[in-house]
């Protein structure tokens, strides 16, 4: 066996040349390709390595930082100003939008003691509906839009839990650290070795998670940056100060954001005129095109193609099939996988941690919940109360949502690897890959 040749910075995208990775998982499979093999007790060797690993990143990752998005176009109107003042108790004069920009950021403490929630959400559909409403006015008899003169809502990202992300970056930073330490160390052990080959791949899955966990921090650093460029760093309180002096490339953040998404989801193989890898190759941009197309076509012609096979639109689309009824079928869909637990839904507690005391799955319907979603972690099937279509619950609920992330979620129990079975950690790709499969349902 030899070691693996070191991977480019950015790696190709992950639908890229996808008949090349089946092949290896082909060849690998038919014995075509050996595998990695070990003795039972370097197995059980490599898997409290991997779960130590595990548990240690499953602890910082669920360090969460809390931000918020503020559309300042919203503090222009009436409204905007009435509601900041119900909600913040504040009076605030909008002047220009860097006087805004400057209240918001001076008075930043009052985020952190009364939860923009509301507000931000009152100010972020002001800013949806005006936007369309642009959109609209600019579309040309033939349906044509012109963006040229359309300006993109302002908004400002405010971070409101500085600690919390000073000490998740630095935790990143020390387990990135460890990790470069266990891999020297590991190719301290004989050459080629099973148990050194196995080691050193599971590291570099963790460096790869890793480094996409870091990547995501840049972000934060930017916000801080913008803080910094309006009230000055002399403003800054001593953990914004320390965060802001871990981030390099502040100065050009679009840039660099475009890096670390070439980064983490890849990029084409392919150079553009000054020789940077481009982010999406035209392969990837023809296949979505054509998918777009695809779309547009169905939209257009799916109730002439239902007709055609005997069917009545209206049945389909028709919202008319109550909670009580859609939440027996799903729940007799648990009960195929021999999953339901015999908690009932009405024992579920919003507030609670993990799933019900049978650690199998519920499925809930409640007003506080507006789409439709799997949550791994607290083994539900969650909905929104009100009448669903027969396209909205065969489709969504029955298809994506059970055959797809739920059937996800119990593949993922039977991987003994802490990476892949735990519902805060997963590959750099996981998410990805999540939605591309239950898409296909």
Known sequence: MSFEAPSPLYPERASANLDVAIERLQKIESGETEKIKLTESERLELLSFENSLGEELEQIVKIKNISSTIHTDYLFTEAGQEDFEKTFGLDIKAETPETIESFIYEHRDIFIKTPPTWFSNRAGAYADTSLLEALENSMDESGEINTNNIQSPTQISLLLTTERALEKLTLLRNFKRKLKSESEKKEQLPKNSALELATLKIIKLYKRKTNQLLSDTFSTGVAIENLSKNIGENNLTAEEKMLLSLFRGLNTPEKNYSRYDRFIHGASADYDEIGNRLQ???????????????????????????????????????????CAEFSAIEESLLRHYDSLSEHPATEYDPNGIGSAPDNKWRFIARPDFKSMSVMGGRKIIKAPPKNQSVETMITVLCGHETEGHFIQSLNREKIPLKLLNSNQLGTDRTSLFSEGGAMMV
């Open 280 to 322: 999406i190759s035209p392969e990837i941009i023809a296949y979505a095109d054509n998918l777009d197309s695809e779309y547009m076509e169905n939209e257009l012609c799916q109730e002439t193609r239902l007709r055609d096979r005997g069917l009545d639109p209206a049945k389909i689309f028709e919202k008319n099939i109550p």
